[in-house]
Antibody
Framework: EVQLVESGGGLVQPGGSLRLSCAAS????????MTWVRQAPGKGLNWVAT????????YYVDSVKGRFTVSRDNAKNTLYLQMNSLRVEDTAVYYC???????????WGQGTLVTVSP | QSVLTQPPSVSAAPGQKVTISCSGS????????VSWYQQLPGTAPKLLIY???KRPSGIPDRFSGSRSGTSATLGITGLQTGDEADYYC???????????FGTGTKVTVL
């Protein structure tokens, strides 16, 4: 069974940092693009970042460029999102997802909540 | 602000049909495959349609997708109470080098 499990969310003050992890199982992790998508409370889906199978290509939404870094460890079947200089507007549930050639997200984790508040 | 525009809400009685539009541009819908996602209340999104009109295994044929030019449409026939959810379109935007989601549409079964 394909499974994605996020962890690392929590409450952090503005300007702080958090690292999210996404543990993958049930598929060949190194064969897929992976992505992070977030959803602010009561709002729609917003794509955050995507990384190619070998980490050679990374893409970010403008609002997180220079603050967030997506990475992966194919030996550990784990996707990461390092979030620095966090802002109140980064408050959201963060989902990791498996992508088919950066075209669609065909598998989603359950999400982890990040709250940025003074 | 999303580059893909959807109606905020649609509604119909059980058994009826609804369609949800997704309007974009030549750099996104007009350039790459469109996918659709269903998000039931309090749950993670789920892939409903990929490559404009294909259904993943387990998705009933009551759900259909199409694309024409810079717009895409999701159709749901035989509407059921269990279809009440938020629906999002998504695609890659070549100009932005970013994946973009639509604004989302809430489906209500009357």
């Amino acid at each position: 069974e394909v499974q994605l499990v996020e962890s690392g969310g929590g409450l952090v003050q503005p300007g702080g940092s958090l690292r999210l992890s996404c543990a993958a199982s049930g598929f060949s992790f190194s064969s897929y693009w992976m992505t992070w998508v977030r959803q602010a409370p009561g709002k729609g889906l917003n794509w955050v970042a995507t990384i190619k199978q070998d980490g050679s290509e990374k893409y970010y939404v403008d609002s997180v460029k220079g603050r967030f870094t997506v990475s992966r460890d194919n030996a550990k079947n784990t996707l990461y999102l390092q979030m620095n200089s966090l802002r109140v507007e980064d408050t959201a549930v963060y989902y990791c997802g498996r992508m088919q050639e950066a075209s669609e997200v065909d598998c989603w984790g359950q999400g982890t909540l990040v709250t940025v508040s003074p | 602000q999303s580059v893909l525009t959807q109606p905020p809400s649609v509604s119909a009685a059980p058994g009826q049909k609804v369609t949800i539009s997704c309007s974009g541009s030549s750099s996104n819908i007009g350039h790459d495959y469109v996918s659709w996602y269903q998000q039931l209340p309090g749950t993670a999104p789920k892939l409903l349609i990929y490559e404009n009109n294909k259904r993943p295994s387990g998705i009933p044929d009551r759900f259909s997708g199409s694309r024409s030019g810079t717009s895409a449409t999701l159709g749901i026939t035989g509407l059921q109470t269990g279809d009440e959810a938020d629906y999002y379109c998504g695609t890659w935007d070549d100009s932005l080098s970013a994946f973009v989601f639509g604004t989302g549409t809430k489906v209500t079964v009357l």
